[in-house]
Every structure is written in C-alpha cells, then in structure tokens.
C-alpha cells in the first residue's frame, strides 16, 4: 500500500454563495482548485456586506473597489490568494507583499476628479494603487493551512503537504465493516460516478475506522469527500478519538460527492498523538440509506513570521 504522497494534495478553497455574518458558520462546502482561491465582498446601500467564495483564475491586474450605476450596492472587491483554503481569511492566510504599497505620483493619485477615472480600470488603478484602495495592511505574522494528510481509502494511497511528516501518512492503519468499494472500470451505482471511486456504507452497523499518528501538529478541520444516498438517510456518526465531531450527520449533498468541512476544537487534541477516526453508521437511528464516503483529509496550522507589507 502506498504511504508516500506522489504529489502535494490539490489545493482546496472554500466555496459559497450569499454568504453574511449571520450565516457565515453554514458555509462548509470546499472546491478542487487549480487556480487560486477568491474571496468576493460586495458591500450594499444598507451597509450589509454580502461574501461569495471559490476558485478563479486571477486576472492579470485587478480594479479597485467601486460599482458605478448598480442599484443598491455601494462597492465590491475580490482577493485572491494561492494557499490551501486561504479565501477562509484573506488577512491571515496570504503572506504581506515583499515591496511597500503606495501611489506613484501623489500628487495625482489625490485629485478627486483624476481618481475616479483612473480606479475604475484596473490597468491605471494600479498607478495609484494606495488611493484606489488596492493596498492592505497586513501585520508580519501570516498563517498557512498545510494538509497532514489526504488518505484514499479505496486504493489506500495517502498525499501530505511539502514540509509535513510522511511519517503521518505512513502510520495509517484501516479496518472497514460492511463497506462495498466501488472502483471505476467495474461498475458504478450511478454512471455520473464513474469518474469517482469510493466506499459505501450501505448497513446500519458499517463503519470506516482509520488510525494514525501525528507529532503533535494542532488539528484544525477534518475534511470529507462524500455524500448520502438521495432519500437523504445515508446518516453517519463521525468520532475522533471518541469525542464526536459529528452526530447523525446528514448535511452532504444527494448522490453527489463533494468536499465539505468539519472544524475541529485544536484544545481538545492538544496532548494526544494517536488518534482514531471513526465513521459509522448513526448508532442512535436505524439508517438503511447509503454513505458515500471517496476521500478523507485533516489539516493543521503553521504560523509564519516575516516582514511587515503594506
């Protein structure tokens, strides 16, 4: 079985819609990225700030803020940046830019009349860009979300960011009960599947265990490539070393694998070394709908201290 990471994990970026403050915490959907993450915020008349997230392609220069002539939206601005989830925070996961932010002339960059016009493209905003608001002041502390590992349960490969342990890969051991794998090139359930390979938890009692050991890495998300069978009572139980992350979870999406996210207590795992994942069946409801379950992956947190950018 193959411990060793061929290759880093792709990278992932949150991804959502329609997001505000009040329902920040139900964007847990991730997105495969080969480009960058973005984070979009449009900001309305009402003083509402309105968040949409995902993956893009990061044009060669961008405008500065401002939406001349849409009703009831005073301004927008998108981020960009390359890291694993970054568009989470922008502030504190996108290392400070190595040269300082300013204006080119001041002297024009302050005339009121000149700098409406020179903003609104993104071509010339870049000559002013502190007034044109393209600048951020970013402290000399940065943070970086790095994967611990990105374990393929049907084929038992794993893959790790560059800089972590292969160590923790290495050390995964499984035991699955009552799972059917389904492998492409055989059969599929569901044709529009073929292109994914994975586990079903079809019984009330199947479960996916895997164990592992860290070197005391803080445990920030657990994350899931999975989904429930389209009556939605693929249910499951998701425990890490007994303490339940999840209970009953139904929150995937039907028949439709995708990549969500489970944020873990990093207090709670502060002294522990071997851990144990424990994906099951919901014990407390009989569940005879099926758990997709295609990849699984932890991340942790590395702090980065360098120079000051603005």
Known sequence: MNRLAMKSP???????????SSNIDQ?????????????????????????????AEKPACLSAQGV??????TSYNTEFCPKEICNTDV?????PPHTPCGDVSETDCRDPAALASICSDCETAQYCRKSCGLCRDRSNSWYENVVLFDFDPVHRTCRHSAGVSASICQSIKEQYYRVLPVVKNNYTVNHAHARHDYLILAETNSYVSITFKTN?????NLQLSACKTI??????????????IQEAYNGTFGADLRWQIHKLDTNQFLNDRNFTLLIRKDSRNLSYGHYWLS???LESVVAH???HGK
Request: hydrophobic fraction near 30%.
């Open 68 to 73: 001349i002539g849409k009703r009831d939206v």
């Open 10 to 20: 792709i990278l992932h970026c949150l991804s959502c819609s329609g997001v505000t």
């Open 216 to 220: 005391g890495e803080p445990l920030t």
């Open 231 to 244: 009556n939605g009572l693929g249910r499951v139980d998701i425990l890490l070393n007994n303490h339940a």
């Open 305 to 307: 201290h360098g120079h």
């Open 91 to 95: 502030d504190h996961f996108q290392e």
């Open 27 to 55: 964007c847990i959907t991730l997105v495969e990225c080969a480009h960058e993450c973005y984070v979009n915020t449009t900001t309305l008349s009402t003083g509402t700030k309105a968040k949409k997230f995902g993956c």
């Open 295 to 297: 990849r699984i992956r």
